[in-house]
């Protein structure tokens, strides 16, 4: 990975969303347009807890019903 001032770019980018303070919508947003969504959506549901997926669901779920 290259290197930007010593650090990563990624880390780098890091920093910089710290340092901007960005809030979930913001970064919702730049997820959809890296083109990350489906994959972020997989990967959480794939680590977390299932009784944690389980009961997101069931908000959603009774959210729109």
Same mark, same amino acid.
């Given at each position: 990975?290259?290197? +930007? @001032?010593?650090?990563?770019? +990624?880390?780098?980018?890091?920093?910089? @969303?710290?340092? &901007?303070? +960005?809030?979930?919508?913001?970064?919702?947003?730049? &997820?959809?347009?890296?083109?990350?969504?489906?994959?972020? @959506?997989?990967?959480? &549901?794939?680590?977390?807890? +299932?009784?944690?997926?389980?009961? @997101?669901?069931?908000?959603?779920?009774?959210?729109?019903?």
């Amino acid at each position: 990975m290259e290197k +930007v @001032l010593g650090m990563s770019k +990624v880390d780098a980018v890091i920093q910089y @969303l710290n340092a &901007i303070e +960005v809030d979930g919508d913001t970064m919702e947003y730049i &997820i959809k347009e890296v083109g990350m969504k489906e994959q972020m @959506l997989r990967q959480l &549901i794939m680590s977390s807890p +299932v009784r944690s997926t389980r009961d @997101l669901f069931e908000e959603r779920v009774s959210s729109i019903g």
